[in-house]
């Protein structure tokens, strides 16, 4: 069984700064990717950022230059680190992972975490 558990959520005024973790835990083989999707109220769930398994980031052009993704492989986690924070950017955000079990070896699934909201408001 593989769990992924994020943290770091919360209120915070436009162009303050959050960061946001998410651990995977359980029968891990290996982790490809890691990445943070978003959902905002009435919206579907957007990609916001991706990492690989080597470290090399990608993101979405609303964050480019606001947001960093990270990882560390040691701790099987991902990070977020949202500044300059806009009221658009409130949303449920959600960590993804690619991961091979120790059950199956060779099959790459897919595993969420839970949510974490983050509400930008003055």
């Known amino acids: 069984q593989v769990q992924l558990v994020e943290s770091g959520g919360g209120l915070v005024q436009p162009g303050g700064s959050l960061r946001l973790s998410c651990a995977a835990s359980?029968?891990?083989?290996?982790?490809?990717?890691m990445n943070w999707y978003r959902q905002a109220p009435g919206k579907q769930r957007e990609l916001v950022a991706t990492?690989?398994?080597?470290?090399?980031?990608n993101y979405v052009e609303p964050v480019k230059g606001r947001f960093t993704i990270s990882r560390d492989n040691a701790r099987n986690t991902v990070y977020l680190q949202m500044n300059s924070l806009k009221p658009e950017d409130t949303a449920v955000y959600y960590c993804?992972?690619?991961?091979?079990?120790?059950?199956?070896?060779?099959?790459?699934?897919?595993?969420w975490g839970q949510g974490t909201q983050v509400t930008v408001s003055s």
């Open positions: 990492i690989t398994s080597g470290g090399s980031p």
């Open positions: 993804n992972a690619k991961i091979i079990t120790m059950k199956s070896m060779i099959r790459v699934e897919d595993y």
């Open positions: 359980g029968s891990i083989f290996s982790i490809n990717a």
